[in-house]
């Protein structure tokens, strides 16, 4: 029988596995910390636990991250990774530096089944949801690359798949990111990127603890987003909204962030600026501006820099706070939007 990964379990189910074998509680708490806080993951390697145990767990039990299967570098510092799972299924995750601290995007689920026709994942389909051991075992995967100081990042659940779809692995992950014990990264450094589930959302007004948000709104009528999300048709905008002004209404500190891919002559325009502005009257947000990154084969374009500039002026001048997200690793696609492995092209990275 195949050993099972440990990878993803919580310091509580640890623990229970630990006297289930007829320890005591406290071997648990030292395996835990050996995977999440010091990330050691061979048998042989965790000194700190007594060679009898380790070799009962080695009979049974392995802790195995990702494979990198393989690594693009950026000419802008930007890393590509592709990661392979044990089911031979493939994700990407992208490490951006940054001056003041660098982040790692991460995938969500293998694939994407929202159908954003701006997407480049949306063309895999979603094949599945991630397991919470590899969501946290891309972002140790990219710490034992040497390029991630450990604590000490951003993490967006930017790359492939909607989170919100994925909720329950998904906040599993989160509680092993931040739990002080382990990988003790800041509740705030952590963004959640949705196309906007809204029923999830809901659910998450009664969270005690959640990451930040990030929504994708992308337009401003229901006509154009029905067309390029097609989650709009089970919640549209108003929905979207209603749920987002009640988000953070408990924390005036903090704000939600709204999404808003610029695609050339459809969702461009100085009206749509203006809709936008007073789409978000009352809800504390900012707003994330992506000029579109081209992807081959779909039907959008990028807006010329002096359309991104004016509609942000739109925005600015009605108090809005605007920020145009520099598009990074643009020459290896890994930017928004751009994360696809297609298994027809066998290789791996499509463009
Ligand atoms: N599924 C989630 C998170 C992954 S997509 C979501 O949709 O929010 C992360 C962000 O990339 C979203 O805001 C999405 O609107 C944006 N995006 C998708 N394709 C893009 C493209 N071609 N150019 C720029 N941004 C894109
Ligand atoms: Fe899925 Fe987000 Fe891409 Fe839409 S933009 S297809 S929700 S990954």
Redesign the pocket.
Known sequence: MKRKNLLGLSRQELVALAVEMGERPFRGKQLYHQIYRRRIFKWTEMTDLPVAFRERLARDFRVTLPSVANRQDSSDGSVKFLMELEDGLRIESVYIPEPSRDTLCISSQVG?????T??M??RMGLLRNLKPGEIVGQVLGVIQEKLLTPGVFNVVFMG???PLYNYRNVMRAFQLLTDPEGMNLSRRKITI???GVAPVLEKMLGEEFTPNLAI?LNATTGELRDRI?P?NRKWNIEDLLNVCGRLYRDDPRRRLTFEYVLLKNENDSDRDAVRLANLLKGIPAKVNVLPYNPNSGLPHSRPDPERVQRFCRILTERQVAVFVRKTRGDDISAAC?QLAWLRSEGVGIAT
């Open positions: 994407c089944g929202v159908g954003c701006f997407c994942t949306a492939m798949g909607e990127s949705t196309s994708s999300m989650i939007g």
